[in-house]
Each structure stands twice: as structure tokens, then as C-alpha cells.
């Protein structure tokens, strides 16, 4: 049987959607995407396809294993959810980018080297950049180009690496935490650890994605952040420097999404608070705690996904985008308020819901491996979690009464489609854990979610983050300012540099050009008379050169042009020896 790389159907699924009418698009960005799902479904483990390009060098483009199995396998079925949430998208290019986005995070979830990993992993940057810049507002135009520059240096940091492996001999992609940590294994940890919003070198998501295309920013919430939590698990399973680092991004989020007013950033921050997760169980390096990676970056895009959606869509039929500006959409928009309490149910980890039967899993690793302090931190993310979305997301926007929101049109019938089908998924993995648990990639999972003590633990948890948000309901309302993060570096301080930078080097090059335009021009008024030099006499003023007060003897460029001659003639003869 032929096998079908995934990645390739939905890249050309999105090539041949730019290029047909709208009423064949529609289909096409449904029948894709399932298509896709089909053929990753249908890859048997421990298939290696490949071929050669250039000389010596072999190309892994489709390699199968368990671990790329699960990762195609959710990448597929989110590509199938957001292609019906988006179809009634009339913008070509938009159907183009986020297919070849979906295409990309496949492509780098089967590459078996490490030239098609870049490959693939730089068609997630190029793709993306266009969700954000469709949005065609001035806010989304700076943005964009923050992205791109940020996903560049990323980039050529971790190509940087690459090409140091290939130098050491090393083509096959594989975990180098066990190696020396070299200048090879810093550069790759830097470019990967900026593609999953490791703090400091965050601020481009929760910059970027609140500004992409209402349907781009489904997209981008469930691919970049993942396929990098795919590379960490990958490349660098067992770093105990990941395992820290995911726990500051734990907090980190929950802490910047409490503060946050505009739902689309909120959301943001948690896709950082719950990367964190995934981050600090890659670190941990277990069996138990990779499972658990891999099960929430699984869970997270189904979630994610679907609070996405449900805020776009509020966004869509109000033109309203922050919280303090809404209210009582559970009467207004009921089917959109249950889709988005299933996710944030699931993200907050209550149990029937598919956030419980993984974020767990980490949290469990955690204390198993005897790391307590990032058990407690992950614990209190989990508050914060409950807390931003369920509780005050929940209450302010669905719950509170509020009569002043207008609605500005009418939300097609495709996006309540994808948002049920989004909802369906995250409660069937919270009720039945074994579909995704049989799937995980590291032998000797033995964990159960739906123990009593978990249970009550959960529970106490909740009440833990619900006493004091209703204690203080009056002072939970968002506030219209703004939150400073690390993005404020390259906003203000290293714009004013960079902006100081360019205004010498602009004088610089007006000075050096006036500079040599002013010596041409003497060098060309000084050499457009040779005999001006020769009769010139000392301390007497010259003369300007007129042609009428010279005549010249015939024999003097008859002698020139022979010269000149006879030298060519010469050189011409030395050369035919």
C-alpha cells in the first residue's frame, strides 16, 4: 500500500482551496483535512520513507513512529475542526497558510532528519506570519512583523545547530540531553525553547496571536507551541534545566491571565501556563511524566482550540473582544456558553473532561520522581487556571447581567460546527481516558485518573480558587490597563535603540555620499586636463583647461595606440605558449 504523507495532502489542500471558487473552497477545506486524518491513521509504526536529493545525504520525510503517530494524529483532527470552523472564510490566502500550517506542524511530527525538520519547521513561521498580517489593521501589520523577526533569530539559532550536528556526523534526529552540552545542543535549545514561549522569549505569542484573523488564530493556537513541545520531547527528554523552566511557565501564565481584560490574550497566556505542563514533564524525563507531555499537548490543542473558537465567535457577532465590555452571553449565545465551559472545564483539569485525565499525569510524574517543589507549582498553576477561565471568564462574559452588547452579525452555521465537534472530543477523552492513553508513546503507563483521593483533591482545589474569587467578586471585574511583560524591552528600550542606531548610521551614509560625490567631482575637473598639470608652474593660480590653447602633435597618440598594441599583441602571444 502507497503511504500517504499527511502533511502533503493538507499543503496541497490548501494550494488548490486558494485557486477554486468559494462553493468548492468550503469543501475542500473539510474534505482535506479528513483526508489528512485518514492517511495519518492509517501509517503503520516503523515505516521510514526516503529519498535522495544531494549527494550523500538521505532525506527521512515520513517517519513513523509512536511518538509521531499521536502528534499527527491530533495535528490531523484539529486541521479537520478548524477546516470547518474557517470554510465560510472567503479569503484565499487565509485558506492557503492555515492548510500549509497544519501541513508543516505534520511535516516536522515525521521528519526522521534534520534537514527536513528545518524544512518543515520554517514553513510553520512563514505560514503562520500571514494568519496574523490577513488581519490587515495596523496593530496586526506591527505585530507580524515582530513575529517574523523573533521566529527568524529562533530560526537561525536552531539552524545554527542543526548544521553543527550534521558536522559531528549526527543526521538522524534524536535526543541529544544525554550528549555534550555544546554550542550545538544551546543552539537547538534556544530555538526550540522560543517556539514553546519559554520566558523570557514569550512575549511574541501573547503579542501576535491576539491580533491574527478571528479563524488564523485557531490555528495558531494549537500548532507552533505543540510541535515544539514535540521537538523538547524529541530532542531533549530528561533536562533537568526544562523541568524548572516549565514550572516558572506554569505560573508565569496563570499569573499574567488573572490580569488580563482582552479574552483573546487571556487565552494566550494560558497557552504558556499550560506549555508549562508539557515543558516541565519533558524536563522531568520519566516514562510516567513524557506520557503526560505528550497526553496534554494532545488534550491542550483540543481545548485551546475550542475556548478559541468560542471567543472568536463572540467576537465575531459582537466586534467586541474584552471582557469588561460583556455579559450575560449564556442568554444570548447559549450554545457557545456550554461549548465554552466544556473547555473550561477541561482546561481546569474537572474531572469527565479530557484536561483532567492528562494535565494530571505530570503533576503525578512530579511527585513520583520526587521533585515536590514542581509538584506544588504545578498544583498552583492549576488554581490559576480555574480561576482566570472557569470562574472569572465564566461569570463576566456568560453569567453576569449585562444588557448593552449589540450583535453585528450573524454567526454561520460552520463555526457552531466546529465548536460542537471540538466539545464532543474534549468530553470523550475526559470520559473514556483509554482512546488517548492507548496511544501514548513510553512503555509502562499504569496511571488512573478517576481515583477517589484524586477526586477529592481536585475538589478541593476548586473550592480553593472559588472562595476567595466570590469573597472578592466586586474587585475580579478586568481593568482596561495594560499589563507589562518582557515584550516591553524591544518595544520601548531597543526600539529607542535600534530607532538612534539607524538615524547615525542614515547620517553616516549622507555624509560619506556628499563626501565622495564632492571628490568625484574635483578627481573629474582635475583629470579632465592632464596638460593642465604639466604646465602648471608653482604658486600661480591654474587655469581652466580650454581645448583651442593646445594642439598636440600627431606622432604623440600615434606612439600611445602602438604601444598599446604591441602590448596586447604580446600578452596574447605569452598566452598561447
Known amino acids: 500500500m502507497t503511504e500517504l504523507h499527511p502533511g502533503l495532502i493538507l499543503i496541497l489542500t490548501g494550494i488548490v482551496a486558494c485557486a477554486v471558487p468559494k462553493t468548492l473552497r468550503k469543501i475542500l477545506l473539510v474534505l482535506g483535512p479528513v483526508g489528512a486524518l485518514a492517511a495519518a491513521l492509517s501509517m503503520n509504526l516503523g515505516t521510514d520513507l526516503t529519498f535522495n536529493f544531494v549527494k550523500d545525504y538521505v532525506f527521512h520525510f515520513y517517519h513513523v513512529d509512536k511518538l509521531s503517530y499521536v502528534f499527527c494524529m491530533v495535528f490531523a483532527l484539529m486541521a479537520v475542526i478548524g477546516g470547518i470552523y474557517s470554510c465560510h472564510n472567503e479569503n484565499r490566502m487565509e485558506a492557503l497558510c492555515s492548510m500549509s500550517y497544519a501541513g508543516g506542524a505534520l511535516g516536522v511530527a515525521l521528519a526522521g532528519d534534520w534537514i527536513t525538520f528545518i524544512f518543515f519547521w520554517e514553513l510553520l513561521a512563514v505560514t503562520s506570519v500571514f494568519l496574523v498580517w490577513l488581519n490587515r489593521t495596523p496593530a496586526s501589520r506591527r505585530a507580524a512583523f515582530r513575529y517574523i523577526l523573533v521566529h527568524m533569530l529562533g530560526g537561525n539559532f536552531l539552524l545554527l545547530g542543526i548544521f553543527?550536528?550534521?558536522?559531528?556526523?549526527?543526521?538522524?534526529?534524536?535526543?541529544?540531553?544525554?550528549?555534550?552540552?555544546?554550542?550545538?545542543f544551546w543552539c537547538i535549545m534556544f530555538g526550540i525553547g522560543l517556539n514553546a514561549a519559554i520566558p523570557p522569549v514569550h512575549a511574541w505569542l501573547v503579542d501576535a496571536y491576539p491580533e491574527s484573523t478571528l479563524t488564523g488564530g485557531i490555528f495558531m493556537s494549537s500548532f507552533t507551541t505543540k510541535v515544539a513541545v514535540y521537538g523538547l520531547i524529541r530532542m531533549l527528554a530528561g533536562d533537568q534545566l526544562l523541568m524548572w523552566l516549565g514550572a516558572v511557565m506554569a505560573i508565569y501564565g496563570a499569573c499574567y491571565a488573572v490580569m488580563e481584560n482582552d479574552m483573546r490574550k487571556l487565552l494566550s497566556y494560558h497557552i504558556i501556563s499550560q506549555v508549562g505542563f508539557m515543558v516541565a514533564g519533558a524536563g522531568i524525563g520519566t516514562n510516567l511524566a513524557l506520557d503526560g507531555a505528550t497526553a496534554h499537548a494532545f488534550s491542550d490543542i483540543l481545548f485551546k482550540s475550542l475556548l478559541f473558537m468560542c471567543v472568536s465567535t463572540i467576537t465575531y457577532a459582537t466586534g467586541i473582544r474584552h471582557i469588561n465590555q460583556l455579559g450575560a452571553m449564556a442568554k444570548r449565545m447559549p450554545f457557545v456558553a456550554v461549548c465554552f465551559f466544556i473547555g473550561a472545564f477541561s482546561i481546569s483539569g474537572v474531572p469527565l473532561f479530557n484536561g483532567f485525565v492528562s494535565k494530571t499525569i505530570t503533576i503525578a510524574a512530579a511527585a513520583e520522581a520526587g521533585h515536590h517543589a514542581i509538584y506544588e507549582l504545578l498544583e498552583l498553576a492549576s488554581v490559576g487556571t480555574f480561576l482566570s477561565i472557569t470562574l472569572k471568564m465564566g461569570y463576566f462574559i456568560f453569567l453576569r447581567k449585562y444588557e448593552e452588547v449589540k450583535f453585528i452579525a450573524q454567526v454561520p452555521k460552520n463555526m457552531y460546527a466546529g465548536m460542537g465537534l471540538g466539545a464532543f472530543f474534549c468530553t470523550l477523552y475526559g470520559v473514556m481516558p483509554d482512546l488517548l492513553y492507548r496511544y501514548l508513546p513510553f512503555?509502562?503507563?499504569?496511571?488512573?485518573?478517576?481515583?477517589?483521593?484524586?477526586?477529592?483533591?481536585?475538589?478541593?482545589?476548586?473550592a480553593a480558587a472559588a472562595i476567595p474569587f466570590i469573597m472578592f467578586l466586586?474587585?475580579?471585574?478586568?481593568?482596561?490597563?495594560?499589563?507589562?511583560?518582557?515584550?516591553?524591552?524591544?518595544?520601548?528600550?531597543?526600539?529607542?535603540?535600534?530607532?538612534?542606531?539607524?538615524?547615525?548610521?542614515?547620517?553616516?551614509?549622507?555624509?560619506?555620499?556628499?563626501?565622495?560625490?564632492t571628490g568625484v567631482e574635483r578627481v573629474m575637473r582635475l583629470t579632465e586636463n592632464?596638460?593642465?598639470?604639466?604646465?602648471?608652474?608653482?604658486?600661480?593660480?591654474?587655469?581652466?583647461?580650454?581645448?583651442?590653447?593646445?594642439?598636440?602633435?600627431?606622432?604623440?597618440?600615434?606612439?600611445?595606440?602602438?604601444?598599446?598594441?604591441?602590448?596586447?599583441?604580446?600578452?596574447?602571444?605569452t598566452c598561447l605558449k
Request: with cysteine; hydrophobic share 45%.
Open 530 to 573: 592632464p596638460m593642465e598639470f604639466l604646465d602648471a608652474k608653482p604658486f600661480r593660480k591654474r587655469s581652466r583647461f580650454y581645448a583651442r590653447n593646445y594642439r598636440t602633435a600627431i606622432a604623440d597618440p600615434t606612439m600611445i595606440i602602438l604601444t598599446v598594441l604591441i602590448s596586447m599583441i604580446g600578452v596574447l602571444l
Open 474 to 517: 466586586p474587585r475580579m471585574e478586568p481593568h482596561t490597563a495594560l499589563s507589562l511583560d518582557t515584550d516591553w524591552f524591544y518595544r520601548k528600550p531597543f526600539a529607542f535603540i535600534i530607532y538612534r542606531l539607524s538615524a547615525l548610521c542614515c547620517a553616516l551614509s549622507t555624509a560619506l555620499s556628499m563626501a565622495w560625490g
Open 164 to 184: 553543527l550536528k550534521l558536522s559531528q556526523g549526527q543526521a538522524l534526529v534524536g535526543n541529544i540531553a544525554g550528549g555534550p552540552h555544546d554550542a550545538s
Open 443 to 462: 512503555p509502562g503507563m499504569t496511571y488512573q485518573p478517576f481515583e477517589p483521593e484524586h477526586i477529592i483533591s481536585c475538589v478541593q482545589m476548586f
